[in-house]
């Protein structure tokens, strides 16, 4: 059996310049296959083609993951295959290099956030991550506007579980771990759910959004 061992020595660029590792992602479990380019944003999401997996996956700028599109030719994005390079365009246009197809893709979000000069148009709830989870999860959200604010978890069929009370919010982005909703995997007794399918509602003033988990036990 061989091990590999890897040590991280500081990279000095110049006599007033260094750097060292700072974290790598994603650490929730949503994997990496040969990733093979990457782009960044006007707000600093990072975007990574993955050749392995013909796809390609969007996280916040300290590794949350936010969504992904185009497993392995997945209908209606004309079949897309073996991303290679990436880039975005100042109108937030996705350019891809589709290397099995020879040509370039490009892709649009269909979401109803939009965001413009930094300010955010709409609330929006995101996926949980870790999911699957055991024991814990956070829920990243954003706000367009300064609300009070609260998630409830239901079972599956539909008993609420634990409703948490995160106060009251200003506008702004809820995304990484020091800001987004905490959920430890307790019901309103402290003790601990069991494995199964569970939803989640953000309750932000007059806005609601639900989506699905997943506990892992």
């Not at 590792?21 to 960044?40: E, I, M, N, Q």
């Not at 079972?155 to 919010?169: A, I, N, P, T």
């Not at 953000?202 to 609601?208: F, I, K, N, Q, R």
Request: aromatic share 14%; proline share 4%.
């Amino acid at each position: 059996m061989t091990f590999l061992v890897c040590l991280i020595y500081p990279l000095v660029l110049s006599a007033q310049e260094e750097y060292v590792f700072v974290r790598s992602f994603p650490s929730d479990g949503t994997g990496l296959w040969c990733p093979k380019g990457l782009a960044v944003d006007s707000e600093g999401n990072v975007y990574v083609a993955e050749y392995r997996n013909y796809r390609i996956q969007k996280f916040t700028s300290d590794g949350v993951f936010l969504t992904k599109w185009g497993d392995k030719g997945t209908k209606g994005m004309g079949f897309s295959w073996r991303f290679y390079g990436i880039a975005i365009s100042p109108s937030r246009l996705v350019y891809a290099a589709d290397t099995g197809n020879h040509c370039i893709k490009v892709f649009r979000s269909l979401s109803k956030q939009a965001i413009t000069w930094g300010k955010i148009k709409q609330t929006e709830l995101y996926q949980n991550y870790p999911n699957p989870l055991n024991p814990e999860t956070w829920i990243p959200y954003r706000l367009a506007e300064s609300a009070d604010v609260s998630i409830s978890i239901y079972s599956e069929s539909g008993k609420l579980v634990r409703k948490l009370v995160l106060g009251h919010k200003e506008a702004g982005s809820y995304l990484d771990r020091s800001r987004a909703g905490y959920w430890d995997g307790k019901d309103g007794s402290g003790e601990l759910v069991s494995s199964g399918v569970y939803f989640y509602e953000l309750e932000a003033g007059s806005y609601y959004e639900i989506k699905k988990m997943i506990v892992m036990r």
